[in-house]
């Protein structure tokens, strides 16, 4: 091969793989990305003691329109909390 062919291949090798990052960069520019602050509350719906968080966190999502749900221990025994967004 000639030096001029090994240029023209050297040059296509490098724009192929410094466009994807020139893209992703351009793309990630106009966006501001803001992270939302989680809010932890006692479930309103669930009664009894929380021994699976699938449930709980199903009845928060179907029921109490949260992020999600957990069973976590509190001074009374295992309660189900459910996560909202915080309001500003």
């Known amino acids: 091969m000639t030096k001029s062919s090994i240029l023209v291949a050297l040059l296509c090798i490098c724009f192929i793989l410094l466009s994807p ?3 992703r960069l351009t793309l990630n520019a106009g966006l501001k990305l803001t992270e939302a602050k989680i809010c932890e509350k006692y479930s309103q719906t669930w009664s009894g003691r929380c021994t699976k968080t699938s449930h709980c966190d199903r009845q928060c999502i179907n029921w109490e329109d949260a992020r999600h749900g957990a069973c ?3 001074k009374h025994g295992r309660a189900c909390f459910c996560y909202f967004n915080c309001k500003n």
């Open 21 to 23: 990052t020139e893209m």
């Open 72 to 74: 976590h221990q509190d």
